[in-house]
Nanobody
Framework: QVQLVESGGGLVQAGGSLRLSCEVH????????MGWYRQAPGKQRELVAT???????TYADSVKGRFTISRDNAKNTLYLQMNSLKPEDTAVYYC?????????????WGQGTQVTVSS
């Protein structure tokens, strides 16, 4: 069984920083791409950032220059460093991982962590 466990969310003032972590637990063959998504109240879930197995990254325009996605393959952990936070960054943040098994692959989601940015 595979589990993604997120941590690091919380309440922060505008302009502040937070670092999210997502640990992948379980009997894993290999982790391919990983990503962070977020969902604000009343809105659809949106992509924040992705990182490939070779650490190539992509970002939503709204977070470019402020957020940094990274991964530690030895620890099966994904990170999101969020700087210069804005009230519009308030959302539940979810991590996602594409995990390989012999002959198949599945997409897994974390349970979400709340990020609230006050003005």
């Amino acid at each position: 069984q595979v589990q993604l466990v997120e941590s690091g969310g919380g309440l922060v003032q505008a302009g502040g920083s937070l670092r999210l972590s997502c640990e992948v637990h379980g009997n894993i063959f290999r982790i391919n791409a990983m990503g962070w998504y977020r969902q604000a109240p009343g809105k659809q879930r949106e992509l924040v950032a992705t990182i490939s197995s070779s650490s190539s990254t992509t970002y939503a325009d709204s977070v470019k220059g402020r957020f940094t996605i990274s991964r530690d393959n030895a620890k099966n952990t994904l990170y999101l460093q969020m700087n210069s936070l804005k009230p519009e960054d308030t959302a539940v943040y979810y991590c996602n991982a594409e995990i390989m098994f012999p002959g198949r692959r599945y997409s897994y989601w974390g349970q979400g962590t709340q990020v609230t940015v006050s003005s």
